[in-house]
């Protein structure tokens, strides 16, 4: 028999309002009120202390895991709350039926976005202060900002709420988690006077905090004398010493219209938030090869496909030659978590299919899997955090000419780029290889990431 969403509730253990003095509380006052036709209007809603803590409470509990994302919606029987960490969707909290509605038009009045224009997607901003009490009882806060998307469902309002973590800010480029080659690349791309640096990966990868730690490190190797712009959608991160402006495309400001006001400034460095049509692709480009240093992101599977998206936006293959300095893919696949993992003797199938995978490399006999049942360093998911992984191509004199001898090969091509000598390219196939040997991914996310 199928699972239903009433079993996978149980399953999981969702936290709930224990004592009922919270969304329990205020779900019953809501329906009773309901059953007698009294309207319950919004400053009421706003004014609700309930409301306004179990807000609180729902942060802090996303935050104290390191979720990317929470989900807040509205279902049939009640409210699901749900944190994103990694690829996993973590259930969290269940909320009374009669509480969700009003909690989403609660945080709706908090971001300043009108609490009944419930029938379209509305994006909103909010900086959330979580009060930290020391062993002193002094209070300090510590500032996350959020990105959160409100969309109509069939029972009601639902929430994206994610979340921004400024620490990342902090970490120098050696703290990225990349491998010492790409590490040492990264660091030799951003000391050039012009060129353009591509992050590419899926959403959530973690590329505009790439793009961000290389900005941060110009910016402060020049002492804050750099003249850097960024043009985003949204602006992620607030900071100081750089001129950042965000794309409004309701009036016209666009990436490609952004880039071409910045250039009017003669920006030492630009970082562009995306590149997603043709104007902007060669609007980048072009800046990048007339002593402007570039970082922008494409989505994209692989550093050479990124290549291969470039043309497709119509940018001439020799402005991509001149302009093109270093392309990174990175992805973030669920960490197994230390505590509970297990390991396994691999099955033929599976030690056949890596040997051939990962040639040139240790050959693997064991590898670890996730326990789906989990522990209780880990909240019983398997899963510690996420783990990056990475490829990376220097487009240097060297691959050009590999790029001329393979004819359009994309599979020779890679072989060529593998076996040679400059070490200028770091396939994802050799980071797999790191990951799965100290026992970081398992076999599910190696078949996913290596086609």
């Known amino acids: ?70 989900l807040i919606r509205p279902e049939l029987k009640y409210g699901l709350v749900s944190n994103r960490v990694g690829r996993t969707m973590m259930p969290s909290r269940l909320i009374h039926r009669g509480a969700v509605e009003s909690l989403i038009t609660y945080i709706r009045m908090l971001v300043e976005t009108n609490p009944e224009s419930t029938r379209k997607g509305v994006s909103a901003k909010y900086t959330f202060h979580k009060e930290i009490k020391d062993d002193n009882d002094n209070i300090t806060y510590e500032k996350y900002d959020t990105r959160l998307q409100f969309q109509p469902s069939k029972y009601g309002s639902v929430v994206d709420i994610r979340i921004f973590y400024n620490e990342n800010l902090n970490k120098d480029i050696d703290d990225l ?22 992050v590419s990966g899926p959403t959530g990868s973690g590329k505009t905090t790439t793009e961000y730690v290389g900005i941060l490190q110009i910016l402060h190797d020049s002492e804050f004398t750099s003249n850097i712009w960024t043009i985003e959608e949204p602006i992620e991160y607030k900071i100081d010493g750089i001129t950042q402006s965000e794309v409004d495309e309701l009036h016209g400001y666009t990436f490609a219209e952004g880039v071409k006001s910045a250039l009017r400034m003669n920006p030492d460095v630009m970082l562009v938030g995306e590149v997603r049509d043709d104007e902007t692709a060669k609007t980048v480009t072009r800046a990048s090869t007339s002593g402007h240093l570039a970082l922008t992101t494409i989505h994209a599977n692989s550093t050479l496909e990124v290549l291969d998206v470039l043309k497709q936006y119509n940018v001439h293959k020799n402005d991509i030659v001149n302009a093109v300095r270093l392309i990174i893919f990175q992805t973030l696949e669920d960490k197994l978590c230390p505590h509970c993992r297990k390991q396994k003797i691999l099955k033929p199938h599976q030690k056949d299919w890596l040997d051939r995978k990962l040639i040139g490399k240790e050959q693997l006999s064991t590898i670890y ?17 996420r783990v990056m992984l990475n490829e990376m191509l220097v487009t240097g004199f060297e691959f050009r000419v590999l790029q001329e001898l393979s004819n359009g090969n994309i599979d020779k091509l890679k072989s060529d780029l593998m076996n040679s000598e400059d070490k200028l390219f770091y396939p994802i196939e050799w980071d797999v290889h790191r990951r799965i040997k100290d026992g970081e991914i398992d076999f599910e996310s190696a078949t996913r990431l290596i086609h």
């Not at 996978?8 to 019953?28: E, F, Q, R």
């Not at 990264?186 to 640096?197: D, F, H, P, T, V």
């Open 369 to 385: 899997e996730r326990d789906h049942n989990g522990c209780e360093y880990c909240n019983y998911s398997g899963i510690s955090g």
């Open 177 to 198: 988690g990349f491998p010492d080659l790409i590490t040492y690349h990264y660091k030799q791309a951003l000391k050039l006077r012009e060129g353009l640096i591509i």
């Open 1 to 70: 028999m199928a699972l239903t969403l009433d079993d996978a509730i149980k399953k999981h253990n969702y936290k709930h309002d224990v004592d009922g003095t919270l969304d329990k509380s205020y779900g019953k006052e809501y329906l009773a009120k309901h059953n007698v036709t009294t309207h319950v209007d919004k400053d009421t809603i706003y004014a609700d202390t309930r409301l306004r803590k179990l807000f609180q409470i729902i942060l802090e509990e996303g935050i104290a895991i390191g979720a990317t994302d929470i």
